[in-house]
Structure formats: C-alpha cells, structure tokens
Nanobody, 122 residues
Framework: QVQLVESGGGLVQAGGSLRLSCAAS????????MAWFRQAPGKEREFVGR????????YYSDSVKGRFTISTDNAKDMVYLQMNSLKPEDTAVYYC???????????????WGRGTQVTVSS
C-alpha cells in the first residue's frame, strides 16, 4: 500500500523551471517503481518518466527528454520532477504514480496522487 501526495505546481513563464514533489508513504513503497504522468484537458493521460524508488534506471518520454529529470530522496521519502525549459505544451495536471513494473502506461501503475496543476504561459 502506497499513499502519494504531489505538490509544487503553479504558473510559470515559458523557458522557466519548476520542481514538483511527491511525498510517498507506506510500508512497502521502497520496492515500487515511481513514475510521473500528465494530463491536459481533452487528452489522455501521458507518460512523462519513471525511476526506481531505490535509484534504478530512469526512462523518459521523447517530449521531455533532456528537459525533465526525476530523482528521489530516500531519507525524506520523496520523489521529484525537475522541469526545465518549460513550454506551453507542458501545461497539464501532473500525477505521481507507483507500481510494480517498469511500465509506460497508466494501467501499469497501481497507486496515484491527486495531481498538481502546472501552467506554462507564453
């Protein structure tokens, strides 16, 4: 069982940066794969990237590769999404997710936060 709570969303200008945080809790969360997804109005939920909670390999979608970075702080039970060089098309609700496989679709993940809004202005 894993509980996830996102924070750090807000309004930022194009080209700016923002860091999202995901606080994780639960007895077995350290064994889960952690991922970030995003969903814009009228769009399906889209994979952003993933990381092993214990610091395993990372994987990013082509749309964010080179701009976004996922990291963990095991001592604080936190997962982060550092977003740089933001574009208006990055505007979406961003969700933290946890699962047991190295997946890239929402169905691969079992636990979800409520999401945090990121809006990038031009």
């Amino acid at each position: 069982q894993v509980q996830l709570v996102e924070s750090g969303g807000g309004l930022v200008q194009a080209g700016g940066s923002l860091r999202l945080s995901c606080a994780a809790s639960g007895r077995t969360f350290s064994r889960y794969v952690m991922a970030w997804f995003r969903q814009a109005p009228g769009k399906e939920r889209e994979f952003v990237g993933r990381i092993s909670w214990t610091g395993g390999s990372t994987y990013y979608s082509d749309s964010v590769k080179g701009r976004f970075t996922i990291s963990t702080d095991n001592a604080k039970d936190m997962v982060y999404l550092q977003m740089n060089s933001l574009k208006p098309e990055d505007t979406a609700v961003y969700y933290c997710a946890a699962g047991e496989v190295l997946g890239t679709t929402p169905r691969d993940y079992d636990f979800w936060g409520r999401g945090t809004q990121v809006t990038v202005s031009s």
